[in-house]
């Protein structure tokens, strides 16, 4: 066994072993709003139950270990007390992972991700419509645990409204575990769902992904294509070019085939099979030999 002072090693090496030795760590779906009311969205996995009456749930938007700099969600929750927490289901897992994306100041990670935002009944910030639980927030205290890169923000919120999806709900109008779905966190990039075990989701921290909004309208209307789908391919930094798509046509006789069919519907199922064994940019050039 090996023994750590936290001192002793880099901040990003101590949260590496942190994360990946504490959990699966639910994730709070952060919906917030600036003083102007511009909308602002982020998972946060430094998130749990901590009190029922009144009700309590804690969340912890850290400072970045690159550069100690301090996320939009604070900066919001600081200047308007308040938030909205949304749970997240497996079926909105890889929209929510986008919505992550160090978009710029300003730019709506509601769009961007292709969550809907509905509006909330008590707070400013708007509620995820595809989330199954929702929460309502009014923020009782912002504890600051540090000044440096990796310092975890404690934000104390009541809940003062919730809004239940009726799909979860067992007979009784309890939650029932089995329909809920949800997904957690652990270290690296994987995850834990609920009803199954691990799987992993690329994380989108090294490049601007394109985003949902940026996805051709025939294949985000696309029946065989789920949230899952659309999140993974918004979050490539770049569409394949014409000249990539060109080769891989050529240098691939099964999607020539599929092509040749003139079936849209063939052709979405065999970009969704490339989805599944995660080879996005192969998904992206066979949607692109359609749309070319």
């Not at 910030?125 to 929702?134: A, D, G, H």
């Not at 834990?192 to 909004?213: A, C, Q, W, Y």
Request: hydrophobic letters at 40%.
């Amino acid at each position: 066994m090996i023994s750590i002072e936290p001192k002793e090693i880099s901040t990003a090496k101590l949260q590496g072993y942190l994360q990946g030795s504490v959990g699966p760590r639910p994730i709070a779906f952060a919906s917030t709003v600036d003083e102007n009311g511009n909308p602002n969205l982020s998972p946060f996995s430094f998130f749990n139950l901590f009190s029922a009456n009144p009700p309590i749930l804690v969340f912890s938007p850290s400072r970045r270990v690159r550069d100690n700099t301090i996320k939009h969600t604070l900066i919001n929750a600081r200047a308007t007390g308040e938030v909205v927490i949304n749970v997240v289901s497996y079926d909105m897992v890889q929209q929510t992972s986008l919505s992550s994306t160090e978009y710029a100041d300003g730019v709506n990670e509601f769009v961007k991700s292709g969550f809907t935002a509905i509006p909330s009944d008590s707070v400013k910030p708007f509620r995820v419509k595809e989330s199954p639980v929702q929460f309502e927030c009014k923020i009782q205290q912002i504890i600051s645990l540090g000044t440096e890169g990796g310092a975890g923000n404690l934000i104390i919120c009541e809940v003062i409204k919730m809004h239940i999806d009726e799909s979860v709900l067992d007979e009784n109008g309890g939650i029932d575990q089995h329909k809920i779905d949800l997904v957690s966190r652990l270290g690296g990039n994987w995850y834990s769902r609920s009803n199954e075990g691990l799987f992993e989701v690329e994380k989108p921290l090294t490049t601007l992904g394109i985003g949902v909004d940026a996805i051709p309208k025939f294949v985000r209307e696309s029946s065989v294509f789920d949230g899952n789908d659309l999140g993974k391919l918004g979050n490539v930094e770049a569409l394949p070019t014409t000249e990539e798509v060109a080769i891989f046509v050529k240098e691939n006789f099964a999607v020539k085939g599929v092509l040749s069919s003139d079936d849209q519907e063939k052709v979405h199922l065999k970009a969704k099979e490339y989805l599944d064994n995660n080879e996005v940019i192969s998904a992206w050039k066979m949607l692109l030999s359609e749309w070319k």
